[in-house]
């Protein structure tokens, strides 16, 4: 399963890295995702990262988050810096993929002064 962790209140501009754990077998070999979901708003695809380290931005984060993997702590991260306050969320993590894991519980990101 996954598990998501890292979240918290923060000022607009202040930085937070987030970290989720997948118990499982196999995890370099998945394209790992960061996914939020704000309230009344869907769930959306924030940053992505292949099983060989490629990563992708949405353009509202590009510049400010960046997503890493440890394959050796079956561990994905996501470092964000200057957060704004549409920044805030749940955050969850999962396969970039059709077939995904079971979602986990998710971190709340909160970017309020």
């Known amino acids: 399963y996954l598990e998501e962790s890292g979240g918290g209140l923060v000022q607009p501009g202040g930085s937070l890295r987030l970290s989720c754990v997948y118990s499982?077998?196999?995890?370099?070999?998945?394209?790992m995702a960061w996914y939020r979901q704000a309230p009344g708003k869907q769930r959306e695809l924030v940053a992505n990262i292949f099983s060989g380290g490629t990563t992708n931005y949405i353009d509202a984060v590009q510049g400010r988050f960046t997503i890493s993997r440890d394959n050796a702590k079956n561990t994905v991260y996501l470092q964000m810096n200057s957060l704004k306050p549409d920044d805030t969320a749940v955050y969850y993590c999962?396969?970039?993929?059709?077939?995904?894991?079971?979602w986990g519980q998710g971190t709340q990101v909160t970017v309020s002064s």
């Open positions: 499982g077998n196999r995890f370099s070999l998945f394209d």
């Open positions: 999962n396969r970039n993929a059709k077939i995904q894991f079971t």
